[in-house]
């Protein structure tokens, strides 16, 4: 079973940068797409940023220019970093790996990210 785990939430001021952190239990190189995903309290689950196998990279509007989603492949890890954060980017933040044949879908346990002054 795979397991992604998340760190690098905390509490920030905004304006103030925050970089998460996650660690996948075996190589990332299996997956066919990694990405972040958060959750705020009351809302569904949205996809924040993501990157294919191909280097294909998404975000979300909300996010665009502000966060960016890296990956080490020497470490099994991947990355958000998140600049010039912003009261409504408070939420708990999920890891998450796509297998698309056979379709497999895998989450870390989440951390959160709170941003107030």
């Known amino acids: 079973q795979v397991q992604l785990v998340e760190s690098g939430g905390g509490l920030v001021q905004p304006g103030g940068s925050l970089r998460l952190v996650c660690a996948a239990s075996?190589?990332?190189?299996?997956?066919?797409?990694m990405g972040w995903y958060r959750q705020a309290p009351g809302k569904g689950r949205d996809l924040v940023a993501s990157?294919?196998?191909?280097?294909?990279?998404y975000y979300s509007d909300s996010v665009k220019g502000r966060f960016t989603i890296s990956r080490d492949y020497a470490k099994n890890t991947v990355y958000l970093q998140m600049n010039n954060l912003k009261p409504e980017d408070t939420a708990v933040y999920f890891c998450?790996?796509?297998?698309?044949?056979?379709?497999?879908?895998?989450w870390g346990q989440g951390t959160q990210v709170t941003v107030s002054p």
């Open positions: 998450n790996a796509d297998h698309w044949d056979p379709e497999l879908h895998y």
């Open positions: 075996e190589t990332i190189f299996r997956f066919d797409k």
């Open positions: 990157m294919s196998r191909g280097n294909s990279g």
